[in-house]
């Protein structure tokens, strides 16, 4: 029977049931011998590590991508970014509705819920806007990037770069190809470069605020008083979450003696960079291992935040990073209410959030410190490893590929957990009661 016809399997469980069948089927695929360069195939662990990063567009990697697969390897890993960074049930709908296959109620709810759509009512609409400005948005930041990368790689392997990181920044996986002049380099060659540095950048912010905010965007243009309110939010708090934390880099961390070869340009560029990428694509123009120790919080915390809900990115998302912020000015103002761009927010909204900031935060620490237990390493580097896989963001201290099995499953979890989403997981395993008829009496208790 086809899960879409089952009505004993949720949504949630279908979005779960989605990732982890193709990350299966990637890991089969990259362990095949023509997979890696050697020809030799990756062990299985490898290949679930890296098809796990791939599919939860997280860029975490235990070997360097250009030179240890093969083109075939390449090509493998990219689809899955693709897919996983659309969503599975996104790119299923895609193809039935390129098959001109019937879209039911059902796989229309299940697309909803996939989707974070406020409403049922044009998500396939929707869905067909989503892949045109994807495929529209990858091509016009590869053809930029092209510009560089021909002349320096030539014409198929100019190509090749430039559409793979494309779609890598968009669906802000942090994948490179860049280890052939060193490995695990990421852009650092390229770090005072627009050519590259604005493309990237602007592909990882727009494939981060949310496919819906695209939508809104289209409809209102500029007119911000027209915005829905989840866009209002997103976009504020995107806006502030790139200003303030570059202008922290350009003042505090790239003003350090250890970063006194680089120009005024790179500095205001690494600066943007820094403070993109953390949400949540992965890619540097600098080395990490030389940030300050205040840096590397600040990027945690930025990786913590992520993207925006129904995005290509991850972690606790910008929305619930402004309700932590208005629940608290809520209880200073003594209202009764949490209200945002003079909207009331519903109780749901609030329990859910704090559900989520409470799930990430345990998984974050717990992830972190069984790390830093096991490999015998700090604890900020193991914190920092933890946050980049739970927000399915891929920068790392550089010791990824020096993790033993029992760490590397640990970031498998947090990867998985942290694509699919917390809520996603919890209504996947919880049980469907019916509605109440009666409450329990209420009591006050005394906090804080």
């Keep these: 029977m086809s899960p879409w016809k089952n009505n004993r399997i949720t949504p949630a469980q279908i979005v779960i049931a989605g990732f982890l069948l ?88 299940v697309l909803q819920e996939s989707m974070a759509a406020p409403q049922m009512g044009g998500v396939v609409r929707m869905t067909g806007f989503i892949l045109r400005a994807t495929l529209l948005l990858e091509s016009l930041g590869a053809v930029v990037m092209a510009l560089r990368f021909i002349p320096l790689f030539g014409f198929v392997k100019g190509v090749w770069f430039s559409v793979f990181h494309a779609v890598s920044a968009f669906c802000n996986a942090g994948f490179d190809l860049m280890g052939g002049a060193a490995p695990y380099s990421s852009l650092t060659a390229f770090a005072g470069d627009p050519l590259v540095n604005l493309p990237i950048m602007a592909l990882i912010t727009v494939g981060g605020i949310g496919f819906f905010v695209w939508g809104d965007i289209r409809e209102h243009g500029l007119r911000f008083h027209a915005y829905r309110l989840q866009t209002k939010m997103v976009l504020t708090v995107s806006l502030a979450l790139i200003l303030l934390p570059a202008a922290y880099f350009y003042f505090y961390e790239f003003s350090q003696p250890q970063w006194a070869g680089m120009t005024g340009g790179e500095r205001v560029w690494a600066a943007l960079f820094q403070s993109v990428t953390p949400r949540t694509a992965g890619f540097n123009t600098v080395e990490l291992t030389r940030y300050e120790s205040p840096s590397v919080l600040v990027t945690i915390l930025l990786m913590l935040v992520g993207g925006s809900s129904g995005s290509t990115a991850g972690g606790v998302k910008t929305t ?129």
């Design 320 to 448: 619930s990073l402004l309700l932590l912020f208005l629940c608290v000015r809520s209880s200073v103002q003594n209202r009764d209410s949490v209200q945002a761009f003079r909207r009331r927010l519903p109780p749901e909204v609030i329990r859910n959030t704090i559900t989520i900031l409470t799930l990430y935060v345990l998984l974050f620490l717990t992830g972190g410190t069984l790390i830093s237990c096991i490999e015998g390493v700090s604890l900020s580097a193991a914190l920092f490893e933890s946050a980049s896989a739970i927000g399915t963001v891929g920068l790392s201290l550089g010791m990824t590929g020096g993790l033993g099995p029992a760490s590397r499953l640990i970031l498998i979890l947090l990867m998985y957990f942290g694509r699919v989403g917390g809520l996603t997981m919890l209504y996947a395993v919880a049980s469907r009661r019916p509605p109440a008829l009666s409450r329990l009496p209420q009591e006050k208790i005394a906090v804080g």
């Design 22 to 109: 193709l990350i299966l089927c990637g890991a089969a695929l990259l362990t095949l011998p023509f997979a890696t360069r050697d020809g030799a195939g990756a062990s299985f662990g490898d290949a679930l590590f890296t098809a796990t990063s791939a599919t939860c567009v997280t860029g975490l990697v235990i070997h360097d991508t250009y030179t240890y697969w093969s083109a075939f390897g390449q090509l493998v890993i990219l689809v899955l970014i693709q897919i996983g960074g659309m969503g599975v049930v996104t790119m299923a709908m895609a193809i039935s509705m390129f098959t001109g296959r019937r879209i039911g109620l059902k796989q229309r709810f």
